[in-house]
């Protein structure tokens, strides 16, 4: 089936550092990848949906300066934590989809990285 | 806007109990709606889908009927495993272009033996 490759699985940094996450699709070109946070016993909240070749599209509440998403090729998602705080420390998890579906098409999950920010 | 809400967890049964664990949903339009599974260590895995009222997903023995009447997918398994233990997620993707998931909060299941 379709792999998603995420990394790191877990990262930690220091205060005021940058995080760069990659979301890679393995067996398949993604057409379309989002980027979910997953905050302790809550959903996984959407933060962008990303097009290659295109910016990203933010949900309301995200902050795009601090959550950069570059989607620069068919197999690679990157979101970058910027100047990153304590309170960005959350479980980060990316998804792809390829092509186009009806009615629904399930996306692919990356496992996750867990960012922890001291 | 559109919403989903799962029954709270965490949940623990023994092996070979029946399972449900209810999921409701807020939505406009016509949203096909999931389950998802996340094994411990492991990234979500679509366990089963239902894309239209009345329909019913399955899988692994797991199975959820799409209910509009009542906005419900209630997640459901005759006989638990304790290879069952996971975390479920109950999705809905809108109508739209997009096809964005929006999520419950999670069922965290446990089996003993």
């Known amino acids: 089936g379709a792999v998603v490759s995420q990394h790191p699985s877990r990262v930690i940094c220091k205060s005021g550092t940058s995080v760069k996450i990659e979301c890679r699709s393995l067996?398949?070109?993604?057409?379309?990848m989002f980027w979910y946070r997953q905050f302790p016993k809550k959903s996984l909240m959407l933060m962008a949906t990303?097009?290659?070749?295109?910016?990203?599209?933010?949900e309301q509440g995200v902050e795009k300066d601090k959550f950069l998403i570059n989607h620069a090729s068919l197999t690679l998602s990157t979101l970058t934590v910027t100047s990153a705080h304590p309170e960005d420390s959350s479980f980060y998890i990316c998804?792809?989809?390829?092509?186009?579906?009806?009615?629904?098409?399930?996306?692919?999950f990356g496992n996750g990285t867990r960012l922890t920010v001291t | 806007g559109n919403s989903v809400t799962q029954m709270e967890g965490p949940v623990t049964l023994s092996e070979e109990a029946f399972l449900t664990i209810n999921c409701t949903y807020t939505?406009?339009?016509?949203?096909?709606l999931f389950w998802y599974v996340q094994y411990p260590g492991e990234g979500l895995q679509l366990l089963l889908k239902?894309?239209?009222?009345?329909d019913k997903g399955s899988n692994k023995g797991f199975e959820a009927t799409y209910r509009k009447e009542t906005t419900s997918f209630h997640l459901e398994k005759g006989s638990v495993q304790v290879s069952d233990s996971a975390v479920y997620f109950c999705?809905?993707?809108?109508?739209?272009?997009?096809?964005?998931?929006?999520f419950g909060q999670g069922t965290r299941l446990t089996i003993n033996p």
């Open positions: 998804s792809a989809r390829g092509g186009v579906g009806v009615g629904g098409s399930p996306l692919h």
């Open positions: 067996d398949f070109q993604a057409t379309t």
């Open positions: 990303s097009n290659e070749g295109s910016k990203a599209t933010y």
């Open positions: 939505a406009t339009g016509y949203p096909s």
């Open positions: 239902a894309t239209k009222a009345d």
């Open positions: 999705a809905l993707s809108d109508s739209g272009g997009a096809q964005k998931l929006v």
